[in-house]
């Protein structure tokens, strides 16, 4: 059993061991505690070398604080977008740079310490498996990823998908919406936020990983140019619609950048009014409904993340409620679009998961008692 094997001490090890030989390369390699572990914890059902020891190791690094630590355990294992096969070296001094520090003291300091928050994470994603009463894993986020669940529009019952990991993860989702500022400038690629993410994974890199093209500020600029924008601020709740980049390899086909913060004046925070939420999402799903049949095959899935629930300061419910008075409309008033979210925490995810139970229209409630 795992638990019978499995602690900090047994875990670390096989972590620095799949940080030497990279996550296409485990073939071959004994890691008893990981494999263990991967299979209390996840549903993942091995179809390739190592592909639920990968799965436990995505579900620990999004148990990290968001930020340079997190980041950084992407680089170090492999887990960012394009470095899955990426020698030891080349991942070891990506991720010395987002703490800004040279490799030699990154190997001796900071990647002790990013392993070793691995490990414990892993180490309480266990604890929490064993830990479930009988029955209740089906019911909780500790051991998934991703989940359908049905809800009412109005009269009409629809489903929807939630995923509980990075946004850069979203694989056959046609449109992912990502927040924006109402001045359409990304954050900095080595930042936390969905717009970097995405940014990150969107760009095309050499062999090495260094960026040969930057796309989505490319495509940003080149939009602001056609809409008469260039050096001034759009309007709350507008949408600028670009390509993905090199997550079309993923097979997502378009990004959608919602203008939903306004810069506070004289500091780096934001302003984000619920309403502006409700209208960007609107307007999302307006701008899909006018380019669906555009594209071969034509554009039917859009996810959203909990917009404005980051640095925009709004809360889960806050965030959840502005996305789907909208998302609401539209489906009630009979569009069939696919619709997912995508959350980074387990909190996020049981909260969009209990629209279901909100939203059923009154006269189809039966009594309990």
Do not use: C
């Given at each position: 059993?795992?638990?019978?094997?499995?602690?900090?001490?047994?875990?670390?090890?096989?972590?620095?061991?799949?940080?030497?030989?990279?996550?296409?390369?485990?073939?071959?390699?004994?890691?008893?505690?990981?494999?263990?572990?991967?299979?209390?914890?996840?549903?993942?059902?091995?179809?390739?070398?190592?592909?639920?020891?990968?799965?436990?190791?995505?579900?620990?690094?999004?148990?990290?604080?968001?930020?340079?630590?997190?980041?950084?355990?992407?680089?170090?294992?492999?887990?960012?977008?394009?470095?899955?096969?990426?020698?030891?070296?080349?991942?070891?001094?990506?991720?010395?740079?987002?703490?800004?520090?040279?490799?030699?003291?990154?190997?001796?300091?900071?990647?002790?310490?990013?392993?070793?928050?691995?490990?414990?994470?892993?180490?309480?994603?266990?604890?929490?498996?064993?830990?479930?009463?009988?029955?209740?894993?089906?019911?909780?986020?500790?051991?998934?990823?991703?989940?359908?669940?049905?809800?009412?529009?109005?009269?009409?019952?629809?489903?929807?998908?939630?995923?509980?990991?990075?946004?850069?993860?979203?694989?056959?989702?046609?449109?992912?919406?990502?927040?924006?500022?109402?001045?359409?400038?990304?954050?900095?690629?080595?930042?936390?936020?969905i717009a970097a993410s995405l940014r990150r994974a969107a760009s095309v890199r050499g062999v090495t990983g260094e960026v040969l093209e930057d796309l989505l500020p490319q495509e940003l600029r080149e939009w602001a140019v056609r809409h008469g924008t260039s050096g001034r601020a759009v309007l709350p709740g507008t949408v600028a619609a670009t390509g993905s980049g090199a997550l079309a390899g993923q097979g997502v086909r378009r990004i959608y950048h919602a203008a939903i913060a306004v810069p506070r004046a004289g500091t780096n925070d934001y302003n984000v009014l619920p309403a502006d939420v409700t209208r960007s999402v609107s307007r999302a799903l307006a701008v899909l409904a006018e380019e669906s049949d555009r594209h071969d095959p034509p554009l039917r899935s859009v996810c959203f993340p909990l917009l404005g629930s980051g640095r925009g300061g709004l809360s889960y419910q806050v965030s959840l409620a502005a996305v789907w008075a909208a998302v609401e409309a539209e489906l009630a008033g009979g569009a069939h679009w696919d619709v997912h979210f995508v959350v980074r925490t387990a909190e996020a995810a049981e909260l969009v998961e209990r629209i279901a139970a909100g939203i059923r229209p009154a006269r189809d409630r039966r009594p309990t008692g």
């Open positions: 059993m795992a638990s019978s094997i499995l602690d900090y001490g047994s875990v670390l090890p096989e972590l620095k061991e799949v940080r030497r030989t990279g996550l296409v390369r485990l073939r071959g390699h004994a890691l008893p505690a990981l494999e263990s572990a991967a299979e209390a914890v996840t549903a993942v059902t091995a179809r390739t070398p190592g592909a639920a020891v990968e799965a436990l190791l995505r579900l620990a690094v999004t148990r990290l604080d968001a930020g340079t630590l997190r980041i950084a355990a992407e680089y170090t294992l492999g887990l960012a977008q394009g470095t899955r096969d990426w020698p030891a070296s080349s991942r070891r001094a990506r991720a010395a740079s987002v703490y800004g520090v040279s490799v030699e003291r990154f190997r001796k300091d900071h990647e002790v310490m990013v392993l070793g928050q691995i490990a414990e994470h892993i180490v309480r994603l266990l604890a929490e498996e064993t830990e479930t009463p009988t029955g209740a894993a089906a019911d909780g986020w500790g051991a998934g990823t991703h989940r359908t669940v049905e809800a009412w529009a109005g009269d009409r019952p629809v489903r929807f998908s939630v995923h509980l990991h990075p946004v850069d993860m979203l694989r056959d989702v046609d449109v992912i919406v990502s927040p924006s500022n109402v001045h359409l400038a990304l954050p900095e690629p080595y930042k936390a936020s």
